[in-house]
């Protein structure tokens, strides 16, 4: 049991490059999470979803899209990277309605925008 | 101590003493509440969570408070230990949305 996992671990890209960050979780939970963490501030909420073949917004949606077509994994795409969005970014997993359940996070991927 | 959307505070204590990290929420219909702990380059990792029909809940070591007449959260964490060194936060969640604190530092001096 791996738990959450995602890929890669770190990430160089140039400005208006693409790239897509991929979550896979194998406990058979319902909602998946995308987050970014920046120095001195909380984890903020980028997209989320409810279950295979949904999604939603988040706290910090533009510049990302998101897709979830298979209940196990998660993909956060960036089409055009900007300086911006060099941050870390952490995916999560929880079984139930988030609000009654802790979520489980993977390792996160460092993306540096140049 | 810390509060959602603050900037990072640092608590420095001694090996064995008793540590005490806080932190302000600011939504009164949160009704779950969760410690993180996130080590240099990891993800968080659960520690404890408390629901809002509580107002304490203990684990191993750690004990979490909440008063929500004041919207304060606190983790307290016995005989602190070098590898409790990390960042904590907080989470509050609100209609499946879950908020999070900026963290506080732990220094656990040898």
């Known amino acids: 049991n791996a738990g959450v996992t995602q890929t890669p671990k770190f990430r160089v890209l140039k400005t208006g490059q693409s790239m897509t960050l991929l979550c896979a979780q194998d406990?058979?939970?319902?909602?998946m999470y995308w987050y970014r963490q920046d120095p001195g501030m909380g984890l903020r909420l980028i997209h989320y979803?409810?279950?295979?073949?949904?999604?939603a917004k988040g706290e910090v949606p533009d510049g990302y899209n998101v897709s979830r077509l298979k209940k196990q994994n998660f993909l956060l795409g960036l089409e055009s990277a900007a300086p911006s969005q060099t941050s870390v970014y952490f995916c999560?997993?929880?079984?139930?309605?988030?609000?009654?359940?802790?979520?489980?996070f993977g390792p996160g991927t460092r993306l540096l925008v140049l | 101590g810390e509060s959602v959307g603050l900037h990072l505070p640092t608590l420095s204590v001694q090996e064995g003493d008793n540590s005490i990290i806080n932190c302000a929420y600011s939504?009164?219909?949160?009704?779950?509440f969760i410690w993180y702990k996130q080590e240099s380059g990891k993800g968080p990792q659960f520690i404890i969570d408390i629901r809002s029909n509580m107002d304490k809940r203990q684990g191993q070591r750690v004990t979490v408070l909440l008063n929500k007449t004041v919207k304060h959260l606190s983790l307290q964490i016995a005989a602190t230990q070098p590898g409790d060194s990390a960042v904590y936060f907080c989470?509050?969640?609100?209609?499946?949305?879950?908020?999070f604190g900026s963290g506080t530092k732990l220094n656990v001096k040898p």
């Open positions: 406990m058979n939970h319902e909602y």
């Open positions: 979803s409810v279950g295979e073949g949904t999604t």
């Open positions: 999560a997993s929880s079984p139930l309605a988030g609000g009654q359940e802790t979520q489980y």
């Open positions: 989470a509050e969640s609100s209609f499946n949305k879950f908020y």
């Open positions: 939504n009164s219909a949160s009704d779950y």
